[in-house]
């Protein structure tokens, strides 16, 4: 069962690279480089801009909705997609709470939840790890899609908290 899920004579990114040890060090130092500015980014803060709050769950949005219509899904596939954006959205608005803001050289930054950065990383990692070493197909394609539906979902719940923590800084700061 288990050589039936993995081998379907699809290709791995590793070797549409043509198996090159170079091109693969490229890509994943970038990789790397994507998830320790995630992390530099989670210790330090983010600067506040309210556009991003709401811009990046749409973009993840449209992303993981084209990510799942690039293959012939069924109906099965956009239910367990939806259901993972539902379920996403749910844990973080229970788990996103974990926002904070304060002023730096009067700028207003903000850390995200640790919870949704984790996630957000591990899910991160193992999108990347089978898009690249293994062969792609059918069964992949959709895990890979309810992962970045469930990061999705998060990042909507997270977006929430964001919003909200904001207004409270603002009136905070007015008084």
Do not use: C
Not at 94 to 109: S, W
Request: hydrophobic letters at 50%; glycine letters at 8%.
């Amino acid at each position: 069962m288990l050589e039936l899920f993995l081998s379907n004579g699809g290709t791995s990114l590793y070797s549409v690279f043509g198996g090159s040890n170079t091109s693969l060090y490229i890509v994943l130092v970038i990789i790397l480089l994507v998830i320790a500015r995630r992390i530099y980014k989670a210790r330090m803060g983010t600067k506040f801009k309210s556009r991003y709050v709401y811009v990046i769950p749409i973009l993840y949005l449209i992303l993981t909705i084209l990510s799942l219509f690039a293959f012939v899904p069924t109906v099965l596939d956009v239910l367990s997609t939806v259901l993972a954006i539902v379920i996403g959205v749910s844990i973080g608005l229970k788990l996103g709470g974990g926002v904070t803001f304060f002023e730096k050289n009067n700028q207003v930054y903000y850390k995200r939840s640790p919870f949704i950065l984790l996630f957000w990383l591990v899910s991160f990692v193992i999108r990347i790890t089978i898009d690249i070493f293994i062969p792609s197909n059918f069964y992949l394609n959709l895990i890979v899609i309810i992962l970045l539906a469930g990061s999705t979902g998060l990042i909507i719940g997270e977006a929430y908290h964001i919003s909200k923590a904001y207004h409270k800084h603002l009136n905070k700061k007015s008084k």
